[in-house]
């Protein structure tokens, strides 16, 4: 066979495919000694080990074989695939909102180079309505993109920057905004988006996805219609997340950019309102609130942009035994401000109270969260929290330890007095912090018992 065929295959591997006379984007049927597999073989990467067949099978997940466990292996069908992106010039439609998409880096819509490895992302409008035609029937899109980083490198620099753009397209008087931006770090980015962007007058929605474009069971598509929908014809004007409601195609959720936590590693569900109920549901037909009490949608083009941020806060995960180096290290580091996600109520041992004092001392704002993330910091319960107090550490309500960090470096950011910045950081704003948790919003019910299984026979699809 031409070499073409065996495309960044090498050693062994290459090898395997030649003695069964199997090619890239061949389907394929493999026996081994781990058990049988169908699905189309993938070019590799040049920098990968050459001791592995990478399979896509029909799940859309792709596994490594191998190749010292193939026992056989036989072609039932070929057929290429192009990397290029479709790009159709996205029409304008008289009536429809005008949204802007604004990019980040994160790759709502992409296909993957599998022999390099790379992502070839989809962001003009042009390749936007190729890969997702429906949008044109949302909405008349615009995009821009501000940079383009991964989403565990976004930081203050990145907030900031985003606010005074979101700022200047809300002064030009758009409809509504989408950010396109990677799910690790979403909600650290849409809790900043919250306080740097006041009361803005239309839908500033943060989307992501999942899942790539190029596999059966991606998000990607489905989230950015919702998210253009919401952000075009909502009515629902905060900073908000939108992303997959339930593990099935029905709906988006809209949650609240304060009260928002990624909650599982690969579920396309995986975003969560934590201690409330989501705003609201979004499907491409419109947008059903859950809750009453938003901020609508204005006809003006004001808004306020407050793009501060002190970089040195850090939030500090207490575990047993912590020793008060950990609290020390921060201070001698020029922290301004911590976060502590405590355990229980608020709490952490001891040995930390000469630490926290010294650090109040300096001029360290310290807040207390719990790492229970539902419920609330209540430091008068027991003796430990009263006297934590009295060393400086200020409970933070039921703010979520993430959001208490981005809140605590954007108030440090407008000034450095102690009592100023708690004045900020209490005053909620968007619900961060709220007056009591509803009943419905803690439900984390475990699988195996009979009122959850009868529940989970009748709803899942």
């Not at 090498?10 to 495919?17: F, M, R, S, V």
């Not at 000694?33 to 080990?49: A, K, Q, Y």
């Not at 922290?335 to 001029?363: D, F, M, Q, S």
């Not at 330890?401 to 909620?428: C, H, N, R, S, Y």
Request: charged share 20%; with cysteine.
């Amino acid at each position: 066979m031409n070499e073409d065929f065996f495309q960044g295959y090498k050693g062994p591997a290459l090898q395997a495919l030649k003695k069964y006379n199997v090619r890239v984007w061949g389907q394929a049927t493999i026996e081994t000694s781990r058990g049988n597999f169908v699905g189309t073989i993938l070019p590799r990467s040049e920098n990968d080990d050459d001791k592995h067949i990478v399979l896509k099978i029909p799940t859309g997940y792709n596994v490594g074989i191998d190749v010292g466990t193939l026992i056989s292996m036989q072609e039932t069908g070929y057929k290429k695939a192009s990397y290029k992106i479709p790009e159709k010039e996205f029409p304008y439609t008289k009536g429809l909102p005008r949204v802007k998409l604004i990019g980040t880096g994160g790759t709502i819509a992409s296909r993957l180079d599998y022999r390099t490895g790379a992502v070839i992302p989809a962001f003009s409008p042009g390749e936007l309505y190729g890969a997702v035609p429906e949008l044109a029937d949302i909405c008349n899109l615009t995009t821009e993109k501000v940079f383009a980083v991964f989403s565990e490198n976004m930081g203050p620099e990145q907030y900031k920057q985003l606010a005074v753009a979101i700022g200047k397209e809300i002064e030009n008087g758009i409809d509504g905004i989408v950010i396109g931006h990677g799910t690790d770090t979403l909600h650290h980015t849409a809790a900043a988006l919250t306080y740097m962007i006041k009361d803005p007058p239309v839908p500033v929605v943060l989307v992501g996805s999942q899942r790539s474009s190029d596999r059966p069971s991606s998000d990607a598509a489905l989230n950015l219609m919702h998210a253009c929908y919401a952000s075009g014809h909502g009515n629902i004007a905060e900073v908000m997340v939108c992303m997959f409601g339930p593990t099935s195609d029905e709906y988006g959720m809209l949650h609240r950019g304060t009260r928002v936590r990624k909650m599982h590693s690969s579920y396309r569900s995986t975003f969560r309102t934590i201690g409330d109920i989501p705003l609201a549901t979004v499907t491409t037909r419109g947008v059903e609130s859950i809750k009453k009490n938003y901020k609508a949608r204005r006809k003006d083009t004001k808004v306020t942009i407050l793009p501060y941020f002190e970089e040195k806060v850090a939030i500090l995960y207490y575990y047993p035994n912590m020793y008060p180096d950990m609290v020390d290290s921060l201070v001698d580091n020029g922290y301004k401000g911590i976060v502590i996600a405590g355990t229980g109520l608020g709490h952490v041992n001891k040995p930390l109270y000469p630490a926290l004092e010294r650090a109040h001392k300096k001029g360290v704002a310290v807040y207390m969260t719990v790492q229970t993330l539902w419920g609330y910091v209540q430091m008068f319960v027991y003796e430990t929290g009263r006297e934590m107090m009295a060393l400086g550490v200020v409970p933070a309500g039921n703010m979520l330890p993430e959001v208490a960090w981005v809140k605590l470096g954007w108030a440090l950011g407008q000034t450095q007095d102690l009592e100023e910045v708690k004045k900020i950081m209490l005053a909620p704003m968007n619900d961060d912090i709220t007056p009591r948790e509803p009943y419905n919003g803690y439900l984390v019910y475990q699988g195996g018992v009979p009122e959850v299984e009868d529940f989970i026979r009748r709803f899942r699809k």
